[in-house]
């Protein structure tokens, strides 16, 4: 089982970065996708989530309007469409995998995002 997070980088505030991630060795399209994110000496915090055929999303009070999370079932992968960086957003950003019905719960070893001028 493999979640890879890729996108990460430096943006200014303002700006804008793509993260994706790309799984591999279980079902993907059983699974709920989820992003979070942990910030320096903070814990890992939700930031958004969609279901498994993609139908649903939600996301924190903090990036809804200026993030979207999408998924493509047949590349395997999701994405993490962030717009209008501030530096708040600077982490380390995790993608998760979730199937509840099989209690089945896989995380990515992260990527940075990083937001400064």
């Known amino acids: 089982v493999q979640l890879v997070e890729s996108g990460g980088g430096l943006a200014q505030p303002g700006g804008s970065l793509r993260l994706s991630c790309l799984a591999s060795?279980?079902?993907?399209?059983?699974?709920?996708m989820s992003w979070a994110r942990q910030a320096p000496g903070k814990e890992r915090e939700f930031v958004a989530f969609?279901?498994?055929?993609?139908?649903?999303?939600n996301y924190a009070d903090s990036v809804k309007g200026r993030f979207t999370i999408s998924r493509d079932n047949a590349k395997n992968t999701v994405s993490l469409q962030m717009n209008s960086l501030k530096p708040e957003d600077t982490a380390v950003y995790y993608c998760?995998?979730?199937?509840?019905?099989?209690?089945?719960?896989?995380w990515g070893q992260g990527t940075q995002v990083t937001v400064s001028s």
């Open positions: 969609i279901t498994s055929a993609g139908g649903t999303t």
């Open positions: 060795g279980f079902d993907f399209k059983n699974y709920a």
């Open positions: 998760n995998a979730y199937w509840a019905l099989a209690g089945r719960d896989y």
